[in-house]
């Protein structure tokens, strides 16, 4: 079964809005962490936004938000405000073990296309 | 800055070679990672490490295999690389659970 699931692999948005991509995840774990990523065409992986399990709040990094919902198991990224530059491959990761013995599970990803 | 840097950004290899793929950090972590990456199938992990001489199997660890004698340093070996093996690979170092991981910049494989 797949733990991590991004089921739209692609998006368009137009320029200045905002867009939200969905994650879904799998765990029995009470400790976890999610996490995004962007991939522009480069391939360099840029770490984007990071939400504990424990975390009572939403986590926001600028114009990046986590909309985290425990109870569904989702995790979906919010992008305010959508610029050119936007335009990437994004993935959704989880952090499953805990202690030292710990390993990053990713989706397969969404490729946003930002519209002028 | 943390920084992940793998060996070769562009490799070309015969059907058969063993292949080594190398990835060094400078921020003194604790875990390091290799994955695939394939169009349609994310980021794959085929093997990972908690400590020096210590390694766990991710999810498709056939055809791998990796070494890690020292902390800052983690390779990954293709035993007798096959034309399936054409990927993607980025290599990942973490300090802990609760950060992210860093990337490298990615070592794009071609097996012919």
């Known amino acids: 079964a797949q733990k991590i699931t991004q089921t739209q692999p692609g998006m368009f948005v137009q320029e200045k809005e905002a867009v939200t991509l969905d994650c879904t995840y799998d765990?029995?774990?009470?400790?976890?962490?999610l996490f995004w990523y962007k991939q522009p065409s480069s391939g360099e992986m840029i770490f984007l936004i990071y939400q504990g399990s424990y975390d009572q709040q939403n986590a926001t990094e600028g114009r990046y938000s986590l909309n985290f919902q425990k109870a569904r198991k989702s995790a979906n990224l919010v992008i305010s405000a959508s610029q050119l530059g936007d335009s990437a491959m994004y993935f959704c990761?989880?952090?499953?073990?805990?202690?030292?013995?710990?390993?990053?599970?990713f989706g397969t990803g969404t490729r946003l296309k930002v519209l002028a | 800055d943390v920084k992940v840097t793998q060996s070769s950004r562009y490799l070309v290899k015969r059907t058969g070679e063993k292949v080594f793929l190398e990835c060094v950090q400078d921020m003194d972590h604790e875990n390091m990672f290799w994955y695939r990456q394939d169009p349609g199938l994310g980021l794959r992990l085929i093997y990972f490490?908690?400590?020096?001489?210590?390694?766990e199997k991710g999810d498709i660890p056939e055809g791998y295999s990796v070494s890690r004698e020292k902390k800052e340093r983690f390779s990954l070996i293709l035993e007798s690389a096959s034309t399936n093996q054409t990927s993607m690979y980025l290599c990942?170092?973490?300090?802990?659970?609760?950060?992210?991981?860093?990337f490298g910049q990615g070592t794009r494989l071609t097996v012919v």
């Open positions: 490490s908690y400590d020096v001489k210590m390694k």
């Open positions: 765990t029995s774990d009470p400790s976890y962490g």
């Open positions: 990942a170092s973490s300090p802990d659970g609760n950060t992210e991981a860093f």
């Open positions: 990761a989880m952090r499953e073990g805990t202690s030292g013995t710990y390993k990053y599970i």
